[in-house]
């Protein structure tokens, strides 16, 4: 599903290379989300997935923007939020 890269700023081999970088940063640092995906799409970059949490999101895109700076970015990251409900569910 991958596109050509010849159209993201710069050269191609250079764009995959820094995708692939933030792949390998994103699968051992210590975000460790595996389940987001990086791809090309449409001359942009795309990063999609679910996180935990609001502050793992940030950090994601915060390392995204600098591995890819120049880079057009898009994100359609969700939040998985695991706090507990603060009322109770009303089952009518």
């Given amino acids: ?3 050509p890269v010849a159209n ?3 050269a191609a081999g250079n764009v995959e290379y820094r995708i692939a970088h933030l792949r390998e940063h994103l699968a051992a640092g210590e975000l460790a ?5 990086v791809e090309v799409r449409a001359g942009s970059v795309v990063i ?6 609001a502050h ?3 950090s994601l895109l915060r390392t995204a923007r600098q591995s ?8 359609d ?3 998985a939020e695991t706090a507990r409900p603060d009322h109770a569910e009303d089952l009518s």
């Fill in 8 to 10: 993201v700023g710069g």
């Fill in 56 to 58: 793992c999101r940030d």
């Fill in 68 to 75: 890819l700076e120049g880079i057009p970015l898009h994100d």
């Fill in 33 to 37: 989300e595996l389940g987001v995906q």
């Fill in 77 to 79: 990251i969700v939040v």
């Fill in 1 to 3: 599903m991958n596109e």
């Fill in 48 to 53: 999609t997935g679910t996180v935990p949490s």
